[in-house]
């Protein structure tokens, strides 16, 4: 079984400050999404990342995937009160496999920014 | 509205009883997914259906839980003897598989149906 485990599970910061969401695991990873989710609503995505070393930027979001593909990291800059939410990263169901929709979850960040 | 959407939004029930959810996908998807998420935890896969086949269903897809997909348009989850670990929201979710089975790596998600069982 493959686990993906965020840290941390709890973040709560105030307007303008940076803050890093860590997603490891001892499982290589064909790819890795990041999706956020607001209450009541369902996750959506922010970003695939593929090769290893990978960095993708997204306005004030930075993703990173790992040289050895295990693990990825989510840097926000300059966090606004509008980026609240659930962050989870999310990979293929098996090792090398492309994604047909059987996705393993972290367990989630919960960002909270005071304004 | 063109996204996936699920009915009810929200359910309220007794032990014992059966409820059904319906998710309707993005019209040309033909890969539709359940998920099951509790409160604090990312979503968990149940099971997918690649048009009217179910091609895959977790362990945690126990007897009591039934889903279909007919026509290959809508699918429906059954849960039937609701016991009040089921409480949880299901959200549903869809995709574009391309001819070569490989589907494009992005779900899109519904708003989910949260189930409360009391």
């Known amino acids: 079984t493959q686990l993906l485990e965020q840290s941390p599970q709890f973040l709560s910061i105030q307007e303008g400050e940076n803050l890093t969401v860590y997603c490891n695991s001892s499982?290589?990873?064909?790819?890795l999404q990041w999706y956020r989710q607001e209450p009541g609503e369902g996750p959506v995505l922010l970003v695939t990342v593929v090769t290893g070393g990978e960095v993708k930027k997204l306005k004030r979001l930075t993703f990173q995937f790992g040289d050895a593909r295990k693990d990825s990291s989510l840097h926000i800059t300059a966090a606004q009160p509008g980026d609240t939410g659930l962050y989870l990263c999310a990979g293929p169901g098996r090792a090398g496999g492309t994604s047909y929709g059987k996705l393993t979850f972290g367990q989630g960040t919960i960002l909270t920014v005071h304004p | 509205d063109t996204g996936v959407s699920q009915d009810p939004r929200h359910k309220i029930t007794k032990r014992g009883q059966n409820v059904t959810f319906r998710c309707d996908p993005i019209s040309e998807h033909n890969r539709l997914y359940w998920y099951r998420q509790t409160l604090g935890q990312g979503p968990e896969f149940l099971t997918y259906f690649q048009n009217e086949a179910q091609l895959e269903k977790s362990r945690l897809l126990s007897d009591r839980f039934s889903a279909e997909r007919p026509k290959g348009s809508f699918s429906t989850l059954e849960i039937q003897r609701t016991e009040q670990g089921d409480s949880a929201m299901y959200l549903c979710?869809?995709?574009?598989?391309?001819?070569?089975?490989?589907?494009?790596?992005?779900?899109?998600f519904g708003e989910g149906s949260r189930l409360t069982v009391l």
């Open positions: 979710a869809s995709s574009l598989a391309r001819s070569s089975g490989r589907a494009t790596g992005e779900l899109f």
């Open positions: 499982s290589v990873f064909s790819s």
